[in-house]
């Protein structure tokens, strides 16, 4: 199993940014996916799930209206698009696999002026 996270980077607070996860090493379409967030000297926490078909979608209460997770079974990647970004969600973000049996490296976010 393989996660490899990538589109982090320095944004401006209320910028955009779009987060790319690609899968390998097993059947995607079979699994649900999630993205979550580790701020500095701050715990793991959750941003985003989406099923495994993407027909169902939950959000931390912080990001609801603002952060959209999608998929595409298709190329075994899931996303994660980011708008009205803070400076207080810099953050490592990672994916995972289901409720977290697999991760990824990590892709750091920066959100600074």
């Known amino acids: 199993v393989q996660l490899v996270e990538s589109g982090g980077g320095l944004v401006q607070p209320g910028g955009s940014l779009r987060l790319s996860c690609a899968a390998s090493?097993?059947?995607?379409?079979?699994?649900?996916m999630s993205w979550h967030r580790q701020a500095p000297g701050k715990e793991r926490e959750l941003v985003a799930r989406i099923t495994s078909t993407g027909d169902f979608t939950n959000y931390a209460g912080s990001v609801k209206g603002r952060f959209t997770i999608s998929r595409d079974n298709a190329k075994n990647t899931v996303y994660l698009q980011m708008n009205s970004l803070k400076p207080e969600e810099t953050a490592v973000y990672y994916c995972?696999?289901?409720?977290?049996?697999?991760w990824g490296q990590g892709t750091r976010v920066t959100v600074s002026s």
């Open positions: 090493g097993f059947t995607f379409s079979s699994y649900a």
């Open positions: 995972c696999r289901g409720f977290g049996d697999y």
